[in-house]
Structure formats: C-alpha cells, structure tokens
C-alpha cells in the first residue's frame, strides 16, 4: 500500500522533473546519430531578477568532435544565438578548456570529444509574471571526424516562474564548471612577459605551480585579422616555461594574444587547468612607453603643467599676469594671496570642465585626443583669435573693460570680488592657449590617461591644474618674492601697450593656423571679422561710456550689436563656412611627401626606411624641431646619404586616419617622431623634443643594421 | 666529441624547420610541385611562369568546398580568370582511404557533373604540394604571380561559414587579389586565415 500523499508528492517531482525536461534534437548522418544537442539550466525555476546558468550539451558520437571559441587550423566554433523574452540578460560562452588535436600535415585543432556543456550567465528582468518563462536558441555548430558535417537546431528551454528555485543538473555543471579557465592568478603566483622580435612573439610564464604539471600547453585566441602559428616550447624548466608563436599575418602591431596556458598531468587530460592570459594594452610596440605607476605620471602632469607655463603660447598670458602681480605689490598680502587663489582656481576650473567633456566624450564613443583637440577645430581657433584680438585692443586702451553694473551690484558687492573674477578669468584664459604646447612630460602621462577610466583622467588634469598654478600660488603666497619687482609707475601704462603687440603676434600665429586649415581665403575672410570686431570696440570705447548720453549709449549699443552680428553671419557662417578644408600638399616643402598608411606600406614593402613627421601648423614644439632639427642641414644630409623616405603626417585639421596612429603610439597629440627603419623591423619612436644628435645618431645605427643584415 | 653534439643539435633543429609545414610567407617564391590530373597529364608549377597561377585545396565532401561549387560560386570564379589568362589548379591532397581522396575516374566525374572551369584538377594523394604550402584546409587557396613568388594566401573570401547563403555578403579574397594583381597594384590583404576542413594528409 502506498499512501496517498507519496503518490502525490512523486507525481508533483515527476511533473516538475518534466517541466525542466528539456527537449533535445539529434543530427543524424547516414543513419547514425551525430550529435544531440540540448538546452539545460542549473536551476529548477525562473526566479524574477536571479541569475542562473543555461549550458548547451552537445553529445557527440564516439570519435567525432566540435570545436572550441579558436578552432585552429580548421573547422568553426559552434553558434548560439538566444530568442529571448524583452528584458533578459545573456552573458558570454564560457567555454571549457578544450582538447587539442594534432593530424597529419601538422594540422592542430580545438576542439571536443564525446560531450560538451557551453554555458551562458542568463538574468531575467525584476518583473515576470506566473506563465512559464520559454527561452530559445539557435545553434549552429561543425562537427567533423575525418569528414565535417554542420549541423543546427532550434532549441527550447521551459522553466516554470516561481518566488524560489532549487538546483537543477548539479553534477553536470559542476563537471564543466571545473573544465572552465580561471582568471590569471595574481603577480605573487605566477608573472607572464611578451617580448617580440620580427615577426616572433614569445611569452615567459614564471610560476611555481608548474613543477606540478610535467605538461605545458598554449592554446591562442588569435583576435579578428591575426593570423598565429602554432605555440612551440622554446625552453622549459622547472617553475619557467618559454612559448614562442611565430606571427603568420603581417601585422606589425601585434604585441600580444590572448590565450590560455593549459597544464595537466598529461596532454588532454581531463586533470587540465588553465589560466586566462589576458591582453595587455598594446604599449610595447610605441617603442619606449613601460608601463609607469599612477603616481609616477601624476608627478608627470604636475611637473608639465609648471613647463606649460614656459610654452610660447602661455607667455603673453604669463607677462599679463606678472604685469597683475606687479599692479598687487603696493596691496595687503592677504589680496595678492586671494588673487593668485582665485588664478589657481581659473586654472583647475578649466582643466576640470575639460576633464569632464573628454570623459563626455569618450563615454559617446567619439574620438578625441588632446594636444589641441579643439586647435583641429577652425571655429575654436577662430574664437580664440577673437578673444585675444579683444585683449590686445583692451590693453591698447581702445576701450576699459567694465562689468555691467547690475551684475556688478549682483555678483559682486566689492572691487576685491572684481579683481578676484578677473584673475580667474585670466587663469581660465591662460590655460585655453596652453593646450595645444604638449610639453614632452606632457605628452606621455596624457597618453597613459587617455587609456584610463575617468576617475585617472580627472585627477591627471587635476595635476597638470595643479603644475600650472604652482608658480602662481607660490607667488602669492610669498610676497617676500614680489618685492623685488619693480613699483608701479607711469612705465605700465607704456608695458601694458607693449603687451598688446605680443597678443597681436598671437593673433598673427592663429591666423596661420587659420590659413593652414582653411587656406588663404578662410584667413581673410576671418580678418574681415575681426576688423569689425575691432570697430564695435573701438564704438564701446568712444560711446558707450559712462559720461555719454543715455540716448547716445542706447544707439550704439544697437549698433554694436548690429555690426558684430551681421558680419558674424556674413563673414563667418557664409563666406568662412564655404572655405573647404585646405590640402594638405600645398603645405609641403622640399623633398617631403605627403603621409598615407598605404604610402608607408608601399614604401616598405619596396624595402626603403621610413621616417613620418607627425605634425600641425598649430603645433609650435613641431615647427621649432622642423626649423632646428630636421630641416638642418646636417639632418637632412643624413637623411638623403641614408636613402631614407620622408613622409608628413599632417594633423592640422584633425585626420581621423592620423588620430588612429597616434593613438596606437600612445600620443594623444603631435609631434611625433618614427622611424620604420624595414618591413619587418620594430618602428623607432623619437622624443618630443628633438635634438639634431640623436636624430643622426639613430640613422646611423639604423643603416648599419640594415646593411649588416 | 662536443663539437659533434651541437652539430647534431644544429641539423636536428634545421630539420624540424625544414617539416614543420607552415606556410611559406607572402612575397616568397611558391614551391614548384609536379602533378598529374585526371586523364594522366602532368602539371608543374614551373610550366606556367609569366602568368598569374591560383591554386586551390579541394575535397569533394567538404561542406566548404561544396559551400563553393554548390552555390557556382567556384565554377565563376574558374570560369572568369581562366578567360583572363589566369591558370587555375584545383589540387586534391587528401590521402588514399581517408574522405575527399579522389581516383582519377571520380575526378573526371566530379568535373563533369559539377561543370567546373579550372585548368586542371591534380591529385596530390602524397600530400606533397599541399605540405610544401602548409596548406591545411579545404578551400585553401594562393595566388602566384607571374613571377613565381606568392601574392595570396588564405581563405576564400571573409565569411568562415559552410553555409552558401553567406557569399553574396562576404568579400572575396581571391577575387580582389586577383583584380589588384591584373591592375597591377599592390594587393591590399594578401594573407587571411583559411577556413574549412582540415586536409587529411598521408601520416609520414
């Protein structure tokens, strides 16, 4: 006699065994089955916002294998794609380690024998209602013996929805669960280096795990486009093992693959373990750029943000502001040190607004890089040359700054506050015509932020604020300093006039960089702007002043407005917007080419050196080494008796192609040096900062290598 | 006596260089071979210097490979650049008893009832040629300039799928190489990673 309640509780365990039953399919061939595939999950119910895990289990017919993520040297990874309800999550295959297989013709393979559970991280969303949840898939896969079959199948899971679940298949999952690749261990377990010469790549794995397993293996994960051979051992010992893979492909950026290091008892064993071998960014191959501590390269940043301060371009800016701190000098110390604080505080507020649109930026997925991102921008230098005219004619005396009185009344209710605002501005100001002097410390510790997450990037422009500001606040602070500046008198009048031609010469360099962008025409048509932009402050000066009259001032206002507006619209969004981006080979002087990747291909493949100047016109470090360096004569010898090709990589306008490469240097702007001295060999990267020496130095090794080969 | 342990270390090592079957690189001279088709002709290499050779790995069971004639993808190809003056060698290397080893009477067959352009189908049931260019899949395929050095070499074209509804989206390698080579530019990808069956060599 069975009671009733045991019959009832059986049935409600086989009715829930057959609710997760899956349902499988089976590809047959010849009449014999190949492969049943089904779809299992490690759970009993769906539980609404709880992840579980569903795995693919393929049974494959004694002899007959599928393949893993990288196949190798034939066959094709098996395909899921999951039809899921609105609101489901699916994570990555997990792949287990797989099996290696050697055929005749040394052809390797990845693959699986027997039996395989690909499993998928699977979430559903917060809300489910009662009705059982059906998931689905399509799944594709190869699978050969001596000859290749595909097969694929839609597949079914259906799981009831419930407020609790209980394991399901635990001894399968567990099973595959240990096959997986962990995670690389920590530096105190086990240390992987790559180092790559020509076309051969090797990776040193130090461990002390490995006496343990007489059985070392590297199974690659090649990304899309590299084409590896197979892993060899080089040289084995007992906790070191040496992996050399040669690369098949040409390409020339390859430092690293990702992979595995499988290590067993014997091959293929089923005791295999693996460690995860992830890839490190591609720094190696910018030549000189290891990998520095966080710490190193704020120091980095903080120490270019003091040399911005000594770029051409910062210095009209930095005359202004010492020119203030002489006006502070008969003042309290407690004022100097507030207007040197509220200068800092210009200076951290435009490097932090910057910070924060780069983050922006790069979240949006666009590409941006520093070094005068915005001097690729005409209307950014446009503007910038607007605001510099504007201070020069300010200086000029052409007409005073005052602030309208009701902001004044607002905002400000002392001439202090005023002067406060007005060193911040100026620190703001100072910084907008400091980015584009990437300095040599500069350039590197913005080229490891750029890689980093926002919260680095952020407090890297927080050091190169820091940097800038020093000298300033230090200035401030210690007024002991000041003394020694001269007193204020009638001379500042003639200095502060003096000034305004050194912001002419700015505006003249920014008209270059107009002309380089937008060509002769563009040029002009933005002087014409600036010619009545001069006007309305001239009209600000001679009548809208405080002694003119209301009707006078009132009317000249309008026409200020008038005028600065419609030559805004007719000179700037008619005729400066129809100027086409200049080129580029007009620009070109003496036996320099124009740069392409594929030029640079070409001419390597033809067996020539290769040196790329990357450069803009914007660019003031580029043009000193142009003129100093490699436009000298002993230089440009050199390069000539070495044969070497000269190609210009022009960044003026912002190339997307050019901004690629510098980022695959780690730059994130010009200049940059490179010397590809052949097809196979690593490319030289020069310093910012040139020196006629080490340019010469440099061919010089290089030819001898070249002839000695 | 130490001499003669590192000379023997020496040609030990030249010659697992010499049998590891990787494929010889882009812009090196292809090994000749010397083959015959299906009616007993002999084909070299060699005999057709000056003019664009393409070589293709074949198995008549191979999903891939019938991904390719299934569809008339191949047969166009074949039938496009032999009209070019192109030579197109389908080469066989699969070994005696395994799938996709073809005799002479099934070759002449399958290039009947299959409608194919090549030059000619070899047979290579050694696995010689296909070891000398590493060749490990079916389709695998190299191009050969006239000048006897390799332009091509890798997939047919960039969808690594058996199935045929893939072709029209994929980009063919072996097309652009060719077009390049004839326009007498540089080719602009000359090496992929083949896809498809492994080739099943004889074991040596």
């Known amino acids: 006699m069975i009671p009733a309640s045991r019959v009832i509780a059986c049935a409600i365990v086989c009715l829930s065994i057959f609710a997760v039953l899956p349902q499988g399919q089976s590809q047959t061939y010849e009449g014999k089955q190949l492969v049943k595939a089904e779809l299992l999950a490690d759970t009993n119910a769906v539980v609404p916002g709880k992840t579980f895990t569903v795995g693919l289990l393929l049974r494959m017919a004694p002899g007959w294998h599928t393949y893993w993520k990288f196949s190798g040297d034939a066959g094709l990874p098996t395909e899921l794609k999951w039809k899921l309800p609105p609101g489901w999550k699916i994570g990555e295959i997990q792949w287990p380690i797989p099996l290696k297989t050697i055929d005749p013709g040394d052809i390797e393979t990845y693959g699986y024998e027997n039996e395989v559970l690909l499993m998928q991280e699977i979430t559903p969303p917060q809300k489910l209602d009662n009705s059982p949840a059906k998931l689905s898939a399509d799944v594709n896969w190869l699978v050969c013996e001596k000859i290749c079959i595909p097969g694929s199948a839609t597949l079914q899971l259906e799981l009831p929805t419930s407020t609790t679940s209980e394991a399901a298949n635990t001894e399968l999952f567990a099973l595959y669960r240990g096959l997986l690749p962990q995670n690389w261990p920590g530096s105190n377990v086990a240390s992987a280096s790559w180092s790559r010469t020509g076309s051969d790549l090797r990776l040193k794995v130090t461990s002390e795990t490995l006496a343990n397993f007489p059985t070392v293996d590297l199974f690659p994960l090649p990304e899309q486009g590299a084409v590896v051979g197979h892993p060899k051992i080089d040289s084995r010992s007992k906790s070191e093992v040496v992996f050399h893979i040669p690369i098949e492909s040409s390409e020339k950026n390859l430092s690293s693959v990702p992979g595995l290091v499988v290590f067993s008892q014997r091959p293929n064993e089923d005791d295999r373990a693996a460690w995860q071998i992830a890839t490190p960014p591609n720094v190696s191959t910018a030549g000189a750029a290891p990998v520095r501590g966080i710490f190193t390269f704020l120091l980095f940043g903080f120490l270019g943000g003091i040399i911005l301060n000594l770029m051409p371009c910062v210095l009209p800016v930095i005359s202004l502001k010492i020119f203030g701190f002489i006006q502070h000098a008969g003042q309290s110390r407690q004022k100097i040190l507030r207007s040197g604080i509220a200068f800092a505080a210009g200076i951290f507020a435009w490097f932090i607004a910057l910070a924060l649109l780069l983050i922006v930026l790069k979240g949006a997925g666009r590409e941006v890089t520093w070094g005068g991102f915005q001097f690729t921008n005409a209307y950014f230098v446009l503007a910038l040359s607007v605001i510099v005219l504007v201070f020069a004619l300010n200086l000029f005396g052409v007409f005073e700054i005052s602030l309208p009185q009701s902001m004044t009344r607002g905002l400000l209710s002392t001439t202090e506050r005023k002067d406060d605002l007005g060193s911040f501005f100026q620190g703001i100001f100072a910084t907008v015509l400091a980015t584009p002097c990437t300095a040599p410390f500069l350039g590197t510790a913005l080229g490891f932020a750029f890689s980093q997450s926002p919260a680095i990037i952020l407090s890297m422009f927080v050091a190169i604020a820091a940097g800038m500001s020093a000298p300033y606040l230090l200035l401030s602070a210690q007024p002991a300093w000041l003394r020694f500046l001269p007193k204020p008198g009638p001379w500042m009048l003639h200095v502060k006039q003096f000034m305004g031609f050194l912001l002419l010469a700015t505006l003249l360099f920014l008209l270059y960089v107009l002309g380089a962008q937008r060509g002769l025409e563009g040029a002009i048509w933005a002087s014409c702007f600036l010619l009545l932009i001069s006007i309305a402050c001239w009209m600000k000066g001679a009548f809208i002043t405080p002694t003119a009259s209301v009707t006078t001032r009132r009317i000249s206002v309008v026409l200020v407005l008038v005028l600065v507006l419609a030559s805004g619209i007719y000179f700037i969004s008619g005729k400066f917007r129809s100027t086409t981006l200049a080129s580029v080979g007009s620009r070109l002087r003496g036996d320099w080419q124009v740069f392409t990747p594929d030029r640079l291909q070409a001419e390597l493949e033809q067996g020539h050196s290769v040196f790329v100047d990357f450069t803009a016109a914007w660019c003031l470090t580029c043009k000193f080494n142009e003129a100093n360096v490699l436009e000298s004569a002993a230089v440009r010898e050199a390069f000539q008796r070495h044969a070497i090709v000269k190609l210009k990589a022009d960044w003026t306008n912002g190339d997307p192609v050019i901004t690629k490469l510098l980022q695959q240097f780690g730059r994130p702007g010009v200049p940059l040096y490179v010397l590809y001295p052949g097809k196979s060999e690593k490319p030289i990267v020069f310093p910012e900062l040139l020196t006629r020496s080490i340019i010469l130095e440099k061919l010089e090794a290089t030819s001898r290598a070249v002839a000695s080969q | ?204």
């Open chain 2, 1 to 204: 006596m130490k001499t003669k342990t590192i000379l023997t270390i020496i040609t030990a090592l030249m010659a697992t260089a010499v049998f590891a079957f990787d494929p010889p690189p882009v812009g090196s001279a292809a090994p000749d071979f010397s083959l015959t088709d299906a009616s007993g002709k002999t084909h070299s290499l060699s005999q057709y210097k000056g003019k664009y050779v393409v070589l293709e790995w074949f198995n008549p069971e191979c999903p891939f490979v019938k991904k390719h004639y299934g569809s008339g993808n191949m047969q166009k190809l074949q039938q496009q650049y032999t009209g070019k003056g192109v030579v197109w060698l389908t080469i066989d290397s699969n070994a005696p008893g395994t799938e996709g080893n073809i005799t002479p009477e099934q070759a002449q067959k399958i290039a009947e009832s299959w409608k194919t352009h090549q030059t000619a189908l070899l047979l290579d049931s050694e696995g010689k040629a296909g070891r000398a260019y590493g060749a490990k899949n079916t389709p695998n395929m190299v191009v050969v300039s006239p000048e006897g050095k390799i332009a091509y070499e890798g997939a047919i074209d960039s969808k690594a799928t058996p199935n045929p509804a893939d072709i029209p989206n994929s980009t063919n390698y072996v097309k652009a190489a060719l077009d390049e080579s004839l326009a007498g530019k540089p080719v602009t990808t000359p090496q992929t990673k083949p896809y498809g069956c492994s080739v099943k060599y004889k074991s040596s």
